[in-house]
């Protein structure tokens, strides 16, 4: 078995439904095995999902485990000679899987490898790579150094934007939203660490594969990822998780080295985690205050897709009273989507593409381009077997 892929799951049935079916394309030509670890979702994930994929191995778990000791079951079960770690709300390009296995077998040093993750506006997000967060280099993060010199290679070394993003190179840390790795690493370094909840499992996994003499390299292969779906960020549960792991990190790695700066650290993420804690609560408070005044249902949307998705799509529209543009085309007849000069898609929110009528690949890449900075329009995707239009904030 060349690949294992593991997803963890928890109330993200339509997203995990869209992951499943990139992955579908991507492993035509591999050797593949499919995990996905549901951890107690209310949603009825695990009877969609077995109805759907029935290929798609399934751990079902009756309450929360958490992500690292969900991915370490289904780990232990695989058989893969690399094993990924994905996240369920990630779109896969059809030549990603084989590309980051090319690259792996190329490379013995690497240990494990992530891509370039784009944002659903297309944007590069820069978790894709980062550097371990070293006291200095935190400090550099949480104080906005690394904002203000984001390519220099002490104080921006936390994103290393001194890297030129369409180029492989060794970094630190893998992001955890995927992540590929040589299963002889994971045997060497053991599985992920069950005491990170969610969050700062990937930096610590980073870290002892580096510790092991393994390299990390970033892959400049493109995926989307609508960065956490599943997670509520205005909640307190979130902050306290986050920053928990952060401590935890800090303890397991650091606190020998830098005894004498515990106590400040411990200050400075604790300050760091209600500051951003009263950020979020505030942001609900005003989605909350504009709850009868529904943005989403205001959003404009421009579908690109075959006839029948026309169809399909048209009424789905009429039903949520989505305002929708239709225009006809595949990847074919129109390669350039909404960037071609028949089409003015800077009035729309959303550019919505027929799955069907362009590959996943074709329309990360369509979606990557900026033309104009100040231009901003997010990814929609509709699929006529699923009938589902998916986009970050909301699913029809």
Known sequence: MRLSVIIV???????LEQCLCSLRKACRDLETECWVVDNASSDETVEYVRERFPE??????????????????AIRRSTGEYVLL??????????VLSSCISFLDRHPEAGAAGVAMLKDNGGFAWESRRGFPTPFVSFCKMSGLCALFPHSRTFGRYYMRYYDKSE????????????MIRKTALDRTGLLDEE???????????????ACGYENYYLPFQILHYKGESTHKSSFRYVHVFYKAMLIFFDKHYRRSYRWLTPFIRLAVVVRGVMDLCVHQRERLRGLWRKDDDEESRKSY??????????????????KGLRI?????????????HLDASVSPQGYDYVVYDVGAYSYEKILDLMSRKVNKRWHVRLGTFSVETQKLITLNRVY
């Open 196 to 210: 990170f909840f969610m969050y700062g499992e990937d930096i610590d996994l980073s870290y002892r594969l580096h």
């Open 86 to 95: 994905l996240n369920p709300d990630t779109i896969v390009g059809e030549h």
């Open 56 to 73: 798609v191995h399934i751990i079902a778990n009756e309450e929360n485990v958490g992500f690292s000791r969900a991915n370490n079951m």
């Open 325 to 337: 543009n239709f225009v006809i085309g595949d990847e074919q007849k129109m390669p350039d989507g």
């Open 9 to 15: 799951s928890y109330n993200v049935k339509y997203y």
């Open 302 to 319: 421009l579908f690109i897709g075959r006839p029948e998705a026309v169809e399909a799509l048209c009424r789905v529209g009429m039903e």
């Open 168 to 179: 492989p190179h060794p970094i630190e840390v893998i992001s955890g939203a995927f992540n």
